[in-house]
């Protein structure tokens, strides 16, 4: 079982800057790859990053490359995604998700690879 808790989401104007975090616990985090999703309203989810248990290897939705970037801390148990040039069509709930199943990383994954989810933090880019 892994627990996952997401912060630092909030209301920030177009072009602004977000750090979210991601504190898990449960089996050793450096075991398990890390991803973040988003849901905007009325949307499906989509991919947004993924990050390799050592953290080396990073894969970025099209739509998020060049502005955000993911890392992890395994010594703190915490995968970050900090936003960079925010947009309004980045308005969404966002959520990071432990992937226990894939060995190793070799591109973006799918959310049906991953079967632990934290409850979300809203993320507003207001124009």
């Known amino acids: 079982q892994v627990q996952l808790v997401e912060s630092g989401g909030g209301l920030v104007q177009v072009g602004g800057s977000l750090r979210l975090s991601c504190a898990a616990s449960?089996?050793?985090?450096?075991?398990?790859?890390m991803g973040w999703f988003r849901q905007a309203p009325g949307k499906g989810r989509e991919f947004v990053a993924v990050i390799s248990k050592n953290g080396i290897a990073t894969y970025y939705g099209d739509s998020v490359k060049g502005r955000f970037t993911i890392s992890r801390d395994n010594a703190k148990n915490t995968v970050y995604l900090q936003m960079n040039s925010l947009k309004p069509e980045d308005t969404a709930i966002y959520y990071c998700?432990?992937?226990?199943?894939?060995?190793?990383?070799?591109?973006?994954?799918?959310?049906?690879?991953?079967?632990?989810w934290g409850q979300g933090t809203q993320v507003t880019v207001s124009s």
């Open positions: 998700a432990a992937d226990l199943r894939t060995r190793w990383l070799l591109g973006p994954t799918p959310d049906r690879n991953y079967d632990y």
């Open positions: 449960g089996p050793t985090f450096s075991n398990i790859i």
